[in-house]
């Protein structure tokens, strides 16, 4: 509601500028009303838009508004309705396509050419294509935060115009043929200018001239000086110049005076206006011979009017195409323009060079300066990259914070681009470092396609931060062969998840001084459907890192809990089952509230379930981890700090984090008995039971490792010693012989 009543409208945008002021009779239609349809499947936006358009009269009738909340809805009321003016209609409603599809239908199944309509949406990502904007006669297209509520009254005003004199068409005017095929015609046409040159020559058709001295000039919204956009006879060579180009001063001041006044000039000169939202006015003037009162007034301001629908849907099809192809900030190809220009480049004989440059950190400088003076660091940058990287290079934006460089091997090199970022850049009033990271990859004559090319520039850029930040790095085979292999791997991982091929190891946990089983650990394993063991430490971290692992982390605690559930029905109850999360998991909103329902859903007493966490987990996160941990441990459920000594625990951190048990990471294991002994182990235990936590040390293989461990105090153990990890049915069938 806040965008069609927005307060802070400026005092110009209530001058709202019109279309050729007609004021009809009221015996010319009977009519007292504009019917006004507002198609939205939100309530209050029919609330809003009413209120916003309440008790305002256009050309001396009021508005009456008809409401639809879907397209069928809207439909079957313009089947019985014949006298709506203007749809006002949502694009994406019961489905994506659903405001598209109702245009159809008006203008196929219903033959309605006189309505207009004006689509609005809240999600400008679906925006319509423009074959169906040229093809249903569609009067305009706004998100819907762009309509205050003067924009949305100057929107409804040309609709309207446009509506009665079509209407008008359609009971008998003559000329609707060259009108209607004016207008359609027109709006085929690819550019502005082209368009532009249409209009010229329909005009020529319309008033009988020859075509010669017609010109068409349009300013600019941003206020720049106006430019000939087209022009027949002996003003055509002047195309795409300024206005003050134009040597026939008459002709120059009459569209001057047309533009600046904002209305048709008819002496000296016929000049026409055209009042084109997105830009300051659109004029073409007119050589006529003949007074302009010789021909039918009303014809010529129903074409104006048409043309003007036509002059906005050419614009709307450039802004949309600048939309697709160039960055708005920096006004450079973005992405996809980029990808377009490397397949179509005509130079593939060429040896020349794609770079991809990321800077380093601007995420953080957005965050700590804000992202205003993000922006004036990037103009910085593009502007020092267009001074180094002359053309034919190409300079693009392919994401918020990376610029991509395609050019000539020999312009396009490592040194170069370590150079631009070699001293600071001044943004007027400060100076700022900043250092980047940058990928480069040979386009060789071969033909391949530029998303091809682009993914492995970003797989150098991966790379390249990883092993080399702040510099650049060549591309190699070898890095897209590895990240091509980690895709297969990943995409085997998800078929092996949803087609059950994921199964859990248990193994025993024993107290060593008794060799009593207290409990297992669930270890995830993946056999591959050809009988390939695909071992943890290289699908888990592709898991981590795309997301999967979060549904088979629930997976994983599911089955663990129902082989819980399975021992305690054998009477062989009475020790825990070990479950590791991930960060990722960890970090999910709904963890907790997942833990407790899988518990419930089990019978599973939760002082039966140990999670076991890796100590990565509270970096940069040590309230929001600890208060978790607490809220788990209130539960009745344990936390283990898993493979600890590896990572970057201190006491302050286990203080805070409030955990029940260490668990003794294996390669401290293996070293007891050794002469290379490091003695982290017997440190581990002294640490556990001076902060009174219990400690179980994982792969335990001898019976002297065994014994040294507890001797120095470490209650549980698990490894070969005991017993290896074993699939469900053969860890019962051991449960039941040893348990």
């Known amino acids: 509601m806040g965008s069609l009543m927005n307060p802070a409208s400026s005092p110009d945008d209530e001058d709202a500028l019109f279309l050729i002021e007609d004021r009809p009779e009221g015996r010319d239609q009977p009519r007292d009303v504009w019917r006004i349809l507002i198609v939205d499947d939100e309530a209050d936006v029919h609330e809003a838009t009413e209120l916003a358009l309440r008790d305002l009269i256009i050309d001396d009738r009021s508005l009456v508004f008809l409401h639809a909340y879907s397209a069928q809805q809207a439909y079957d009321i313009l089947a019985e309705t014949q006298d709506i003016a203007v749809v006002l209609l949502d694009?994406?409603?019961?489905?994506?396509?659903?405001?598209?599809?109702?245009?159809?239908?008006?203008?196929?199944?219903?033959?309605?050419r006189a309505v207009r309509i004006i689509l609005r949406t809240g999600q400008p990502g679906y925006a319509p294509e423009i074959d169906a904007i040229r093809a249903y006669d569609i009067n305009d297209y706004k998100t819907k935060s762009e309509l205050t509520r003067v924009r949305l009254f100057t929107s409804l005003t040309v609709a309207i115009?446009?509506?009665?004199?079509?209407?008008?068409?359609?009971?008998?005017?003559?000329?609707?043929?060259?009108?209607?095929?004016?207008?359609?015609?027109?709006?085929?046409?690819?550019?502005?200018?082209?368009?532009?040159?249409?209009?010229?020559?329909?005009?020529?058709?319309?008033?009988?001239?020859?075509?010669?001295?017609?010109?068409?000039?349009?300013?600019?919204?941003?206020?720049?000086?106006?430019?000939?956009?087209?022009?027949?006879?002996?003003?055509?060579?002047?195309?795409?110049?300024?206005?003050?180009?134009?040597?026939?001063?008459?002709?120059?001041?009459?569209?001057?005076?047309?533009?600046?006044?904002?209305?048709?000039?008819?002496?000296?000169?016929?000049?026409?206006?055209?009042?084109?939202?997105?830009?300051?006015?659109?004029?073409?003037?007119?050589?006529?011979?003949?007074p302009l009162e010789r021909v039918n007034r009303n014809l010529l301001e129903v074409f104006c009017a048409n043309v003007t629908v036509g002059f906005e849907n050419a614009l709307l099809h450039e802004q949309l195409t600048d939309s697709a192809y160039y960055d708005p900030l920096l006004r450079l190809p973005n992405r996809t323009r980029l990808i377009q220009l490397i397949d179509d480049r005509k130079d593939a004989h060429r040896d020349s060079t794609l770079a991809l440059v990321d800077l380093d950190d601007f995420a953080e400088i957005n965050a700590a300066l804000d992202h205003h003076f993000g922006d004036r660091v990037l103009r910085a940058v593009a502007y020092r990259l267009e001074q180094v990287f002359q053309p034919p290079t190409l300079i693009a934006r392919v994401t918020a914070d990376a610029f991509a460089l395609l050019g000539p091997s020999e312009a396009i090199d490592r040194r170069a681009i370590e150079q631009v970022f070699s001293t600071p850049f001044d943004l007027q009033d400060k100076s700022i470092r900043i250092s980047a990271t940058a990928s480069l990859i040979r386009v060789g004559p071969e033909p391949r396609g530029g998303a091809d090319l682009l993914k492995d520039a970003s797989i150098a850029l991966k790379q390249a931060k990883r092993l080399n930040r702040g510099r650049a790095t060549l591309f190699t085979e070898d890095l897209s062969l590895a990240a091509r292999d980690r895709i297969r791997l990943l995409t085997s991982l998800r078929s092996a998840f949803y087609a059950e091929r994921l199964h859990l190891a248990f193994q025993p946990q024993v107290e060593l001084e008794t060799g009593r089983v207290v409990g297992a650990e669930a270890l995830l394993r993946w056999t591959t459907k050809e009988g390939q063991v695909i071992p943890p430490e290289r699908f888990i971290p592709l898991a981590e890192h795309s997301g999967l692992m979060i549904p088979i982390g629930e997976w994983v605690l599911r089955t663990a809990c129902l082989q819980l559930k399975r021992l305690d029905d054998r009477k062989q109850s009475g020790f825990r089952m070990a479950v590791n999360v991930s960060q990722t998991q960890f970090r999910e909103p709904d963890f907790i509230s997942m833990l407790d329902r899988v518990l419930r859903e089990y019978q599973v007493a939760p002082e039966q379930i140990e999670l076991e966490l890796t100590e990565s987990i509270a970096i940069g996160h040590m309230e929001s981890t600890a208060a978790k941990i607490a809220e788990i441990r209130r539960m009745g459920v344990s936390i283990a700090l898993d493979d600890f000594g590896t990572g970057y625990s201190s006491l302050s951190v286990l203080k805070q984090l409030g955990i029940d048990r260490l668990k003794i990471d294996r390669a401290f294991v293996q070293e007891i008995g050794r002469p290379n002994d490091s003695g982290i182990a017997d440190l581990v235990v002294a640490l556990g039971r001076q902060l009174n936590l219990g400690t179980t040390a994982e792969g335990v293989e001898t019976e002297e490792q065994r014994r040294c461990l507890m001797e120095h105090g470490c209650q549980d153990g698990q490894g070969y010693l005991f017993g290896r990890p074993l699939p469900s049915a053969d860890f019962e069938t051991w449960m039941a012989d040893n348990g």
């Open 91 to 112: 694009v994406v409603m019961e489905s994506e396509g659903a405001g598209l599809e109702l245009v159809h239908r008006i203008r196929e199944e219903l033959a309605q």
């Open 161 to 290: 115009r446009s509506y009665r004199q079509i209407h008008q068409l359609e009971m008998g005017r003559r000329g609707l043929e060259l009108i209607v095929s004016a207008s359609l015609g027109l709006a085929k046409r690819r550019a502005l200018h082209c368009f532009a040159e249409g209009v010229v020559t329909q005009l020529c058709a319309l008033l009988n001239i020859a075509p010669e001295g017609l010109v068409c000039v349009a300013s600019p919204a941003g206020g720049e000086s106006p430019w000939l956009i087209a022009a027949a006879g002996h003003y055509r060579d002047l195309i795409q110049s300024p206005l003050h180009a134009l040597p026939d001063t008459e002709v120059r001041e009459a569209l001057e005076r047309c533009l600046r006044l904002k209305t048709h000039v008819l002496e000296p000169r016929t000049c026409l206006y055209f009042d084109v939202q997105g830009t300051q006015g659109i004029a073409a003037h007119v050589a006529a011979d003949l």
